[in-house]
């Protein structure tokens, strides 16, 4: 004679073990979409930082420019403000003489005894007014003594 519950599952056994795959299924969804928004947090960080730095290397060809030179350069207008993406990237330059009393350019300017002109230039990208990445550099005009 056969018992009547030798084969098969009871109910309860069936309804733990759709709980545990529910729960299981939910948490891999979950990192599933974790990393897809990583990714795309990562992905517009390396475009961020890679319009940065081509505004950075575009002002610096701009100050080796025969043509163009320092003085251009260091004007902030030519270089308007862009969104690409979403991303919106501007410009900042303040430009200072050395020597002159301003902490910027003391501190940073080569030689103040020669009345060097400097500007620190700074790029930044945000992202819905949040800063994602930033360049700064520093443009030194040629010494006066020197042709530029």
């Known amino acids: 004679m056969r018992h009547p519950f030798c084969c098969g599952f009871t109910l309860l056994e069936v309804v733990i073990v759709i709980a545990v795959f ?6 891999i969804l979950r990192m ?3 990393a897809a928004v990583s990714l795309s947090g990562s992905v517009a960080s390396v ?3 890679a319009l940065a730095q081509d505004l950075a290397e575009r002002i610096l060809a ?3 420019d025969p043509v163009k030179s320092y003085i ?7 270089y308007p403000a862009s969104t690409v993406s979403g991303l919106a990237r501007s410009v900042a330059i303040t430009a200072t003489d050395a020597g002159s009393g301003s902490a ?3 501190a940073h300017c080569p030689d103040a005894t ?5 500007a620190e230039v700074v790029v930044s990208v945000t ?3 949040v800063k994602v990445a930033e360049v700064t550099f520093l443009l030194v005009a040629s010494y006066p003594d020197k042709v530029s």
């Open 22 to 27: 529910a729960a299981s299924a939910a948490a």
């Open 32 to 34: 599933g979409n974790f």
């Open 47 to 49: 475009k961020a930082r």
């Open 62 to 64: 701009d100050r080796r």
């Open 72 to 78: 251009y350069a260091i004007t902030a207008t030519n």
């Open 104 to 106: 910027l350019a003391n």
């Open 114 to 118: 020669k009345a060097v002109k400097c």
């Open 127 to 129: 992202q819905s007014g």
